[in-house]
């Protein structure tokens, strides 16, 4: 499957350039560790030092899991769901979180649940923006959050579609959503329990992908949720309710008990 891989070979790069260029902001810092062992107060700081060095690490804080014992994850959708949905959002200027989301983002990092985005990124195969254009859009996002303590633990992206665009990004693939892909890899290498996980979208096939994996799944009514919500299917997807926010949907997730399904 043709996933992430531009991410990993960029965390590779950064990992090169830290190691060739020690700095002392990263003394002591080692290997993904970089959170983990930075501490909150000190993550600010840290992300200042990338953000000046170069692009963000985005790969770091899930190495210290015990292997024997997998976490839970949430999952998030990108457009409509963690910022404002823009058709085609091809800028990193464009970009604006939605209310709260990266309060509750930020109370899950500290629950030592795994924040994952699986996003569908058809304009990169329509040609409307190149794969560097979206790192530089993930760069800012990360960003952003980060201004708010938050931090999203890995992005996943399908650049592909099955039959818009040119070249290798012309393709049937594995990762594009509805389909599980970017979720059963996600699970794979971050130690993921998908049974324990929920996954939030907008849209129908945020939903069917996480279902498919055997995640809970929410659906937000920001985005294209009010429109989803018309004709979803709410016996199906293994869907625990539709909220208005993420935060709602994963206060219900983590409480089940005052689980209560909100009326679009
Ligand atoms: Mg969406
Ligand atoms: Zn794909």
Known sequence: MAICRTLE?????????????PKPGWAGISGWDLFGIAGREKLAHDFDNLAKAGPLLIRSPLTNFDSRSLRPAL????DGTVNVEVHYLSQPEQLELLPTVAKTISAVNALGIAVVIVTNQAGIARGYFPEHRLLAIHERLQRMLSEQNARIDRIYFCPHHPTAGQGPYKAVCECRKPLSGMLRQAASELGIDLNRSLMVGDRESDLQ???????????VTTGYGLETSVALDRNSLSLIGVYPTVGEAVAAWLNPASNQVASP
């Not at 999952?75 to 990108?78: A, N, T």
């Not at 992908?209 to 659906?219: H, K």
Request: charged residues 25%.
């Open 75 to 78: 999952f998030l959708d990108r």
């Open 9 to 21: 070979l960029r965390a590779r790069q950064q990992s090169d350039y830290r190691d060739q260029n």
């Open 209 to 219: 992908a996480g279902a498919g994996a055997g995640c809970q799944t929410a659906l």
